[in-house]
């Protein structure tokens, strides 16, 4: 088993996202009706991936020098051991616990590149607890992931679907609008029954693991990693876990609500309790923060970790530089990874396929129309990875599509948000995918034969749901 596991080696995050740009670039000539991707389109993608993700990339270069200040104190080795310690026998719990609450944020405000800060974390902790550092990856990504897919109140998702499906009703003279009801209806049954099966699918694994340590899924080099970089403490060996380390972990998982409610847009649910006095800090409200201000933010909660132990001025710039080294990998998967999406817009690739793939639609039965439209917006995704800007793009012509064939353009957000959702879950293209598995320092290959099984469950399961929505709403 060894052996075969020691010819998985594969091609790294870089290399597979420079083919796609090759590949993309390909395409572009080949297809008459689009601009041809010239060299200095090619050699200019990456430059310009890193310039349209800026705000991302400062935000996990920062969170990586925070995360260098907390790991010198040696609160999170010995809180990840008391956390273990306090759930002997009972660590599978975690799983699902972590899942719902990632998936919570996921279907609520879209969690998603917030995550990147919870993957290096959560596999320190599953492999504590005797799993693998694979189950602190999928906990985060599947967690969110599912909450994505099965978006209720999702503003930069569903929100931003039915504002583009209504307007284009106006602009049109369609006197209609989408039903908030049926999205939200639609998304707690997609969100409930994909994290269903998720945390099902990733508990199995994890007990497999935790009963057979052979039977993990990743290479020996990734298995190699995983014991040099997660396994650093012994949790049968008794560790001191003073109160400072208790206040410095305090202010640590303060940090991190604090980005988790700063993000959600609280004027789209009527709440104006942050507005005005909680700008003090960076000029921006609470529900207004973006990655700047979170950039900022934990900045500023390293810099009082560091107070809180005594640290001198060279041991703050010595561990936040070795945090910024070692999650600079992770930013540079990032930049490529957009640069992708860059190269698509620049070349009007992704518009193409819009157009033509929907003009392919026109005239179908509900039960082909729902299932091959989720298969469209699951391709539009690998084009146009960010869910805002597909649905910008492509709802104020698919959701008049809908309704001009009689169906319920409501069905048609959700459809967008499973099929976008679902892709993201493993597309090369994605920061987030790719960014969070570096993180993990785990390779895309053996994420997607982690990942296969559970993704053609959940497309079923998807499939049916909308489908059968399609027919009867």
């Known amino acids: 088993m060894g052996k075969d596991k020691k010819k998985r080696a594969s091609l790294s995050a870089f ?19 689009v601009q041809n991707a010239t060299l200095g389109t090619i050699v200019m993608a990456s430059y310009n991936g890193f310039s349209n993700a800026l705000d991302v990339c400062f935000f996990v270069l920062v969170l990586g020098g925070f995360l260098g200040i907390v790991t ?8 990840i051991t008391h956390l273990v ?48 550092s694979m189950v602190g990856a999928a906990t985060v990504l599947l967690g969110a992931g599912v909450g994505v897919l099965g978006s209720t109140v999702n503003p930069f998702a569903t929100g931003i679907a039915i504002d583009s499906v209504n307007k284009s009703f106006e602009e049109l003279g369609i006197q209609s609008s989408v039903n908030n009801g049926v999205v939200i209806a639609l998304g707690i049954v997609l969100w409930l ?37 997660f396994s650093k403490k012994d949790t049968d060996v008794e560790v001191a876990y003073t109160g400072k380390m208790k206040f410095t972990m305090g202010v640590f998982a303060f940090g991190f609500f604090v980005m988790i409610i700063s993000v959600i847009p609280w004027d789209k649910f009527n709440v104006t309790i942050f507005q005005g006095w909680s700008s003090f800090l960076t000029g921006a409200a609470i529900g207004e923060w973006w990655f700047g201000e979170l950039g900022m933010w934990f900045f500023i909660i390293g810099l009082i ?41 620049e070349t009007g690739l992704d518009k193409y396929v819009l157009e033509h793939a929907s003009k392919a639609l026109e005239g179908l039965p509900a039960f082909a129309f729902a299932p091959l439209s989720y298969i469209l917006y699951a391709l ?10 597909l649905a910008t793009v492509s ?14 353009p409501a069905v048609m957000v959700m459809i967008f948000s499973a099929a976008s959702g679902i892709l993201n879950l493993f597309t090369p293209t994605s ?42 709403l």
């Open 193 to 229: 029954s994909s994290l269903i099966i998720a945390c099902a699918f990733v508990m199995s694994y994890a007990k497999k693991v935790k009963r057979d340590k052979g039977s993990t899924i990743l290479s020996l080099q990734e298995q190699e990693i995983m014991n040099t970089e």
């Open 395 to 408: 709802m104020p012509i698919m959701g008049p599509l809908a309704q001009n064939l009689g169906y319920n």
């Open 380 to 389: 539009l995704s690998f084009v146009i990875p960010s869910t805002s800007g």
């Open 15 to 33: 290399s597979i996202l420079y083919i796609i740009l090759l590949v993309l670039a390909v395409i572009t000539w080949i297809i008459p009706d």
């Open 305 to 345: 970790i560091a107070f809180i132990n005594r640290f001198t001025e060279n041991e703050i710039v010595s561990a936040f530089m070795e945090g910024a080294k070692d999650i600079m990998g992770v930013v540079l998967v990032i930049a490529v990874a957009r640069g992708a999406s860059v190269l698509m817009g």
């Open 85 to 132: 310690k306090k759930l002997k026998g009972n660590e599978l719990i975690l799983i699902p616990i972590l899942m719902t609450l990632f998936s919570i944020g996921g279907t609520t405000y879209g969690m998603s590149e917030e995550t990147v800060a919870f993957y290096g974390l959560l596999a320190a902790t599953m492999v504590a607890a005797g799993f693998d």
């Open 72 to 79: 010198k104190t040696g609160a999170l080795n010995a809180g």
């Open 431 to 472: 920061g987030v995918v790719m960014g969070g598995l570096a993180s993990a320092r785990i390779e895309y290959s053996t994420w997607l034969k982690f990942v296969g099984k559970l993704l053609a469950m959940l497309f079923i399961v998807n499939l049916v749901v909308l489908t059968v929505g399609m027919m009867i």
